[in-house]
C-alpha cells in the first residue's frame, strides 16, 4: 500500500468504523470487545508500513484540499517521531481493548465504551501524523472531548463527572492558549505548515528574532503542559483515575498525557535552542518532578500513585526535552523519546496490575491489600518487573534511558555553568537524582503495599483472591516481555524507532549507541547513589505521608485543587449575583437599557464627529425634506400610529395585544408596499406566531394591568420614547436623503462589496448567508434547540399520559 495512504486510512478508520459498533453489537454482543481490537490491530499494522521510510531518513507527505480560501489543506507527515506516537497508540490500543473484554462487565454500555475508545485513538493519530498547526488543534481539542466522554463514562458517579469535568475545563483550555500560540506563530512565519517552519532557517531565524518569539513559546507550552499535567495543571490527572482502569492505562500512561510531551518534541525544530526555553521547559518539568514525586507518598489509592507517579515521569520527559542550548540544539532528545517509549511499556503494564488487583479483590486501598504475592504469584511478577523497570533497575529499559537522563543532565549542567556560572554543574544532576530517589521509593511502596508482608483480613477483601483470567493477565505479560527484551537488546528499539525520531527533528543528530554496560560511570554512580538514598529514606515512606496529611489540612489553601474549586464554586455564586444585578426581572428594565443604548449609538458618533464638522442637534433633520404623501400612504401610516398608540394605551391586555398584533401586520403591508415580500412573509409568520403565543398566556394570567404607573415613571418613559423616536426618524431621513460625511450608508458597502467578496448577485442572500453568517448559524442554533426543547416537552408529556398520571 502506497505510505500516504496508509497514513490517513490509519487516522480515518477509527472515526469511521466507531459509528458501526452499536450495529456490530447486536451480532457479536460481548465480543464486541475484540472487533475493537482488531480495528486498532490494523491500524497498528498501517502504521508500521512507514518504518521503513523513516529508518531511511524518507518521510512520508501529502495533503489534501480542505479551505483553499483560508489557506489552509489537510497535511500529514510521517517521520520518525510521528511514526513512533502512532504505533504507540495503536499498539498500546489492541492491549487496552483485549484486556477490556475481560474488565468491563457485559452489563455495560459496551458500543459507547469502545466507541469513545476508538475516537480517542483516531483523535491521537491524527495528533502525531499532523503537519498543520490549525489541524493540530482540531485533533487536539477532539482529544479532549474523547477523554471527557471515557472519563465520565461512568455518569451516574459524581466522583467521575467531577474528574471528567476537571480534566476537559484544564485540558481543554490549555488548548485555547496554544491555539493563541499557533495564530501568533502564523503572523510571524506567515504559514500554518509544522515542518515548513522547521525545515526553513529563514523562517526560523525571523521567529526567533522576533518580539513575539517568547509569547508563542509560552502559550504553546501551556496547551502541552496542560495536556501532560506539567506545573500547576498537574490537579486534573488524579481526578481523572475515576475512569475505568483500562481507560486510565490508555488515556493517562500512554496515550492522551503523551500529547503534550510530543508537541514539546514536534515543536523542537522550531521554539528550542534559547534560554527561554531551556528556563521554561525544563524548569517546569524539573518542578514538577520533585514535586510529584514527593506528593505521591501521601497517596493510599493505587491508581493515585500511579497517577502522581505518571506526572513525575512525563516530567522527566520535559525536563530532557528542554535540555537544549544554540550549540547543543539536541542534548536530550533522545534520552526523552527512549524513556518516551520505555515510559509506555511500564506503566502500561503497572494500570493494567492496577486493574487486575481490584477486580480480584475488590478494592485498590493499599492500606487493605498486602500479602497478595502468594495467591497471585503471576501478577506479583508482572508487577516486580514493572515497577523495577520504572525504578531504573537494570537489565531493564527503564535503567537505560534513566542513565541518558543523568548524563544529559550533567552535560546540560556543565554547559549552563559555563556560560552564566553558579552551582547549576551540581544543581541539575542533583534534581535529576532527587526524581528518581522518589521514583525508587513510590515504586517500592506498591509492590510492598499490595504483594508483600501478611495478607489483611478486612472486610472489604475477599478471603480468598486468586490470579486474573488470562484475557486480562496476557496483555500485561506481553508488556512485560517488551521491557525485558528492550532493555537486554536495545539496539532494536533504538535503531528503528529512537534513531530515525532523533535524527528527523535534530539537524546534525549523532548515532545513538545504547547499551547495559559503559564502565564505571558517573551516571552509574548516580544511579547507585539514587538506590542507596531511596532505600534509605524508604524506611521513612509512612512519616513522610503522615506529615504531608498534616501538612495539608493545616495549610489546605496551599493546595492548587484548593483554588480550582473555590474558582469553580465561586463561579457559581458570581453567576447567579451578576444574574441578578443584570437581569432583576422587570421587562421595564430591559426596554429601557436597550434603548438607552440605542440613543448612545446615535448620539455618541454625531458627537464625536460633530464637533470638528460643526454638526449640531438640529442639523440632524435634513432640511430639504419633502412632506408629500400619497393618500393611502397617509392612511396606512396613520393606521400604523393608532395601532402604536393602542398598543400602549389600553388598559386590558386583550386588546393591546390585538392592537400590537395590528401593528406587525401592518408593517408586513407597508414591506409589500416597498417591494420585500420575503420580509414581508416573514413578518406574517413572526406576528401570526407572537399573537397565537400571546393569547395563550393571556388565558393563565388577569385580564387587567395590576399596578397604576407613577406620574415620574410616565415622564422618564416618554422622555426616552421620545428621543428614541427623534434619533430613529433622523437616522432614516438622513439615510434617505444621504448621509452625514464621514459616514457610508450600509446599502453602499453591501451593493459595492457582495458580487466581489462573495460572487453572489441578491445582495439580501448574501447578507445573510455570507456577511452575516455566524449571526445566521445563531439563529438555526437557537431555532433548533426550541424545537428540541419543545419535543421533549411534549415527549414526556406524552409518557407521563402514557402512564396513567396524567
Given at each position: 500500500m502506497d505510505p500516504f495512504n496508509a497514513i490517513v486510512i490509519a487516522v480515518f478508520l477509527p472515526f469511521i468504523l466507531a459509528w458501526t459498533l452499536p450495529v456490530l453489537y447486536s451480532v457479536f454482543k460481548q465480543r464486541i470487545g475484540w472487533i475493537s481490537a482488531l480495528i486498532a490491530f490494523t491500524c497498528f499494522v498501517l502504521n508500521a508500513q512507514i518504518i521503513p521510510y523513516?529508518?531511511?531518513?524518507?518521510?512520508?507527505?501529502?495533503?489534501?484540499?480542505?479551505l483553499p480560501a483560508?489557506?489552509?489543506?489537510?497535511?500529514?507527515?510521517?517521520d520518525g517521531m510521528a511514526v513512533l506516537l502512532a504505533l504507540i497508540v495503536s499498539g498500546v490500543g489492541v492491549i487496552i481493548m483485549s484486556y477490556s473484554n475481560g474488565y468491563m462487565s457485559t452489563k455495560e454500555d459496551l458500543p459507547r465504551y469502545y466507541q469513545w475508545l476508538l475516537l480517542f485513538m483516531g483523535a491521537m493519530l491524527g495528533i502525531a501524523y499532523t503537519d498543520n498547526t490549525i489541524q493540530m488543534f482540531i485533533f487536539w481539542e477532539l482529544t479532549s472531548i474523547t477523554s471527557f466522554m471515557l472519563i465520565g463514562y461512568w455518569r451516574e458517579r459524581?466522583?467521575?463527572?467531577?474528574?471528567?469535568?476537571?480534566?476537559?475545563?484544564?485540558?481543554a483550555g490549555g488548548g485555547l492558549f496554544?491555539?493563541?500560540?499557533?495564530?501568533m506563530l502564523r503572523v510571524v512565519t506567515g504559514t500554518y505548515g509544522i515542518s515548513e517552519v522547521a525545515q526553513s532557517s529563514e523562517l526560523l531565524s525571523t521567529l526567533h528574532g522576533s518580539p513575539l518569539y517568547v509569547a508563542v513559546l509560552v502559550l504553546i507550552f501551556i496547551g502541552a503542559a496542560s495536556k501532560s499535567a506539567q506545573g500547576p495543571f498537574y490537579i486534573w490527572l488524579p481526578n481523572a483515575m475515576e475512569a475505568p482502569t483500562p481507560v486510565s492505562a490508555f488515556l493517562h500512561s500512554a496515550t492522551m498525557v503523551k500529547a503534550g510531551v510530543y508537541l514539546v518534541a514536534r515543536m523542537h525544530p522550531i521554539l528550542s535552542g534559547t534560554p527561554e526555553w531551556l528556563i521554561l521547559v525544563s524548569g517546569t518539568g524539573m518542578i514538577t518532578m520533585v514535586m510529584a514525586g514527593f506528593m505521591a507518598f501521601r497517596q493510599t489509592d493505587i491508581k493515585a500513585i500511579?497517577?502522581?507517579?505518571?506526572?513525575?515521569?512525563l516530567a522527566y520527559l520535559m525536563t530532557m526535552y528542554g535540555y537544549s542550548t544554540a550549540e547543543h540544539p539536541g542534548l536530550g532528545f533522545a534520552a526523552a523519546t527512549f524513556h518516551l517509549l520505555n515510559h509506555s511499556t511500564f506503566k502500561a503494564t503497572l494500570f493494567l496490575v492496577a486493574g487486575i488487583v481490584?477486580?480480584?479483590?475488590?478494592?485498590?486501598?493499599?492500606?487493605?491489600?498486602?500479602?497478595l504475592r502468594k495467591e497471585m504469584p503471576k501478577t506479583f511478577i508482572v508487577a516486580v518487573i514493572a515497577a523495577a523497570s520504572m525504578a531504573g533497575v537494570p537489565p531493564l529499559n527503564g535503567f537505560l534511558s534513566k542513565e541518558m537522563f543523568y548524563e544529559t543532565s550533567l552535560e546540560i549542567g556543565e554547559l549552563v555553568s559555563e556560560t552564566y556560572g553558579g552551582p547549576w554543574a551540581i544543581i541539575f544532576p542533583a534534581v535529576a537524582v532527587a526524581g528518581g530517589v522518589f521514583t525508587l521509593m513510590y515504586s517500592i511502596k506498591l509492590i510492598d503495599g499490595i504483594f508483600l508482608g501478611e495478607r489483611t483480613h478486612d472486610h472489604d477483601v475477599p478471603h480468598h483472591v486468586?490470579?486474573?483470567?488470562?484475557?486480562?493477565l496476557a496483555p500485561a505479560v506481553f508488556l512485560v516481555g517488551l521491557i525485558i527484551f528492550f532493555g537486554l537488546y536495545p539496539t532494536f528499539p533504538i535503531s528503528v524507532l529512537i534513531q530515525p525520531a532523533y535524527s528527523g527533528l535534530v539537524p546534525h543528530a549523532d548515532h545513538l549507541h545504547v547499551a547495559l554496560w559503559h564502565g564505571v560511570t558517573t551516571p552509574l554512580l548516580m544511579t547507585i547513589a539514587t538506590f542507596a538514598i531511596g532505600l534509605v529514606l524508604y524506611k521513612f515512606y509512612d512519616a513522610i505521608a503522615a506529615w504531608q496529611n498534616s501538612f495539608n489540612d493545616k495549610l489546605p489553601w496551599i493546595s492548587v485543587n484548593y483554588w480550582y474549586d473555590a474558582t469553580v464554586n465561586n463561579a457559581k455564586g458570581i453567576t447567579h449575583k451578576f444574574a441578578a444585578f443584570a437581569q432583576p426581572g422587570p421587562i421595564g428594565v430591559y426596554v429601557k437599557m436597550t434603548l438607552l443604548f440605542m440613543i448612545f449609538l446615535i448620539f455618541w458618533p454625531v458627537y464625536m464627529f460633530g464637533i470638528n464638522l460643526g454638526i449640531g442637534v438640529g442639523d440632524l433633520l435634513p432640511a430639504g425634506i419633502i412632506y408629500d404623501a400619497q393618500p393611502y400612504e397617509i392612511v396606512l401610516y396613520s393606521l400604523m400610529i393608532l395601532a402604536a398608540l393602542g398598543a400602549a394605551l389600553l388598559p386590558r391586555y386583550l386588546p393591546a395585544v390585538i392592537s400590537l398584533s395590528e401593528l406587525g401586520f401592518l408593517v408586513a403591508l407597508l414591506y409589500v408596499y416597498l417591494k420585500a415580500p420575503d420580509l414581508a412573509m416573514t413578518q406574517v409568520c413572526v406576528e401570526t406566531l407572537s399573537t397565537i403565543i400571546f393569547i395563550l398566556v393571556l388565558i393563565k394570567i388577569p385580564q387587567k394591568f395590576k399596578e397604576p404607573m407613577p406620574a415620574g415613571k410616565v415622564l422618564v418613559n416618554l422622555l426616552i420614547s421620545g428621543v428614541v423616536s427623534f434619533g430613529v426618524l433622523a437616522v432614516m431621513l438622513n439615510a434617505n436623503l444621504g448621509v452625514l460625511a464621514p459616514f457610508e450608508t450600509f446599502n453602499y458597502y453591501f451593493i459595492e462589496k457582495a458580487l466581489a467578496m462573495t460572487g453572489g448577485l441578491n445582495v439580501v442572500n448574501v447578507i445573510v448567508v455570507d456577511f452575516r453568517g455566524y449571526d445566521t448559524i445563531g439563529e438555526i442554533s437557537v431555532l433548533s434547540l426550541a424545537a428540541l426543547g419543545v419535543y421533549s416537552l411534549i415527549l414526556s408529556r406524552a409518557k407521563k399520559v402514557k402512564g396513567g398520571k396524567e
Open positions: 523513516t529508518m531511511a531518513g524518507t518521510p512520508v507527505t501529502g495533503s489534501f484540499t480542505w483560508a489557506g489552509l489543506s489537510l497535511d500529514f507527515y510521517g459524581p466522583e467521575s463527572v467531577y474528574g471528567a469535568t476537571k480534566a476537559f475545563l484544564i485540558t496554544m491555539f493563541a500560540g499557533f495564530l500511579l497517577a502522581y507517579s505518571t506526572i513525575s515521569q481490584a477486580h480480584e479483590a475488590t478494592t485498590r486501598d493499599i492500606r487493605k491489600l498486602g500479602g486468586h490470579e486474573a483470567p488470562w484475557v486480562m
